[in-house]
């Protein structure tokens, strides 16, 4: 009974791919987000969602496409990928203004 | 606009001696501040948050931290440090901005402990 689960944990790709990382939520949350985790462990916001719709867009190249089929689910797929995307990639979610609950991460490799 | 500073890249203590990790924000009105550990190749758990009221929170783990609003701080605090203690600590600062809430992170303090 994961509260936010994120798949696959670890991505290995080569540069041009096209690849897409899943995030799911069981809390009932109304917001999700994506950050990005760089090698020296900063995390960044990239993408909120309230609802199913786009909050935040934090100047992330439009290679990278959030989707939200629904208000438990936030999926990021990035194209043409790039070595500079290599990161730990974090879904999370909270409820309104609160904490954000992180999922486990997705570790991007790209070669 | 909102931001985080850890002042201390890496601390390392030895096991049972006391623990303070500093953190200062910066954001225009009453900030809500949390607290999170990363353990290596894990995801972000949360200590403690502070939304308002007593300004000493008490969190999981045997953490505190205290609110100082005067020198912008937000320091969190721990007795007697254990080796399970050894992780990423983060600070963040939440805005109270509606619908385009969202968490800004420090850069994080590395905690080493010693046996």
């Known amino acids: 009974d994961t509260a936010v689960s994120q798949t696959p944990k670890y991505l290995v790709t080569q540069m041009g791919n096209d690849k897409s990382i899943k995030c799911e939520q069981n809390?009932?949350?109304?917001?999700m987000y994506w950050y990005k985790q760089d090698s020296k462990k900063f995390l960044k916001i990239m993408f909120s969602?309230?609802?199913?719709?786009?909050?935040i867009n934090e100047t992330v190249p439009n290679r990278f496409s959030p989707k939200s089929p629904d208000k438990a689910h936030l999926n990021l797929h990035i194209n043409s990928l790039e070595l500079g995307d290599s990161a730990v990639y974090f879904c999370?979610?909270?409820?309104?203004?609160?904490?954000?609950?992180f999922g486990n991460g997705t570790r991007l490799t790209v070669t | 606009a909102q931001s985080v500073t850890q002042p201390d890249i890496h601390i390392t203590v030895s096991e049972g001696a006391s623990l303070e990790l500093r953190c200062n924000y910066s954001?225009?009105?009453?900030?809500?501040l949390f607290w999170y550990v990363q353990s290596p190749g894990q995801g972000l758990q949360l200590l403690l948050k502070?939304?308002?009221?007593?300004?000493l929170v008490q969190g999981i783990k045997g953490f505190e931290a205290e609110f100082k609003r005067s020198q912008s701080s937000f320091n969190l605090r721990k007795p007697s440090v254990h080796w399970s203690d050894a992780a990423e600590y983060f600070c963040?600062?939440?805005?109270?901005?509606?619908?385009?809430?969202?968490?800004?992170f420090g850069k994080g303090t590395l905690l080493t402990v010693n046996p």
């Open positions: 999370a979610s909270s409820q309104s203004v609160g904490p954000l609950h």
């Open positions: 809390l009932g949350h109304d917001t």
């Open positions: 969602y309230n609802n199913k719709e786009l909050i």
């Open positions: 954001y225009g009105a009453t900030p809500y």
């Open positions: 502070y939304f308002s009221g007593d300004t």
């Open positions: 963040a600062v939440g805005d109270s901005g509606g619908s385009n809430y969202k968490l800004t």
